[in-house]
């Protein structure tokens, strides 16, 4: 079956550092990816989505990036963080046809200071 | 564009009392539906989903949701509820199985002891 492999579970950051979070999945190939963002009161926003290695697609513009160096990792970057990057961060796969699955990663709570 | 609606953003019931949760969407073809519980700090959880078929869906935990296409809803129910069942509901509708999923802003349930 497959997990989904998300860390660090939480991380406080100071403004203006690096972020990096990655999430990994097993037991399956080829899945598509995302990074969803939850934040009070908005529930999940999708951040970015990826249907193969190196296919990244955005959907908000923001100081975030991804990554798909492998075909089970996804990687969510920022150079320098801001106050308002603070949330709840959410890794996701899914497979296509018909019975498809999804699955969510724990979550990474991450507080910029 | 697809999108969810869920407009009770807290419910409060009596343990031991029926539940529902709303959720209404926007979608021009089929909608793939899904219900989501959160814990605390924790990821998602799969309650149930809707491709197609009967339109009454069980799902784990003793949730049930129907399907009801002339209304756009998908409403998730459950006929006595459990103090464990304290958490927040995320409805979620995707374009086809494996797309990515557009949530609700989710419904905080607490419950009455």
């Known amino acids: 079956s497959q997990t989904i492999h998300q860390w660090p579970a939480t991380l406080v950051q100071p403004v203006g550092s690096p972020l990096s979070l990655e999430c990994t999945v097993e037991?399956?190939?080829?899945?598509?990816l995302y990074w969803y963002r939850q934040a009070a009161g908005r529930g999940l926003q999708l951040l970015f989505y990826?249907?193969?290695?190196g296919q990244i697609s955005s959907e908000v513009p923001q100081n975030l990036s991804a990554s798909r160096p492998q075909d089970r990792q996804f990687i969510l970057s920022s150079k320098k963080l801001l106050l308002s990057d603070s949330g709840f961060y959410l890794c996701?796969?899914?497979?296509?046809?018909?019975?498809?699955?999804w699955g969510f990663g724990q979550g990474t709570r991450l507080t910029v200071v | 564009a697809q999108s969810v609606t869920q407009p009770d953003i807290h419910i409060t019931v009596s343990e031991g009392a029926s539940l529902e949760l709303r959720c209404n969407y926007s979608y021009g073809a089929t909608p793939y539906l899904f219900w989501y519980v959160q814990s605390p700090g924790q990821g998602l959880q799969l309650l149930l989903k809707y491709f197609s078929g009967d339109t009454l869906v069980q799902g784990i935990k003793g949730f049930e949701a129907e399907f009801k296409r002339s209304q756009s809803s998908f409403n998730l129910r459950k006929p006595s509820v459990h103090w464990s069942d304290a958490a927040e509901y995320f409805c979620?509708?995707?374009?086809?199985?494996?797309?990515?999923?557009?949530f609700g802003t989710g419904t905080r349930l607490a419950v009455r002891p």
């Open positions: 996701a796969w899914s497979l296509g046809g018909t019975g498809s699955s």
């Open positions: 037991g399956t190939s080829n899945p598509n």
């Open positions: 979620a509708v995707g374009a086809s199985s494996g797309d990515k999923l557009t």
């Open positions: 990826s249907v193969g290695i």
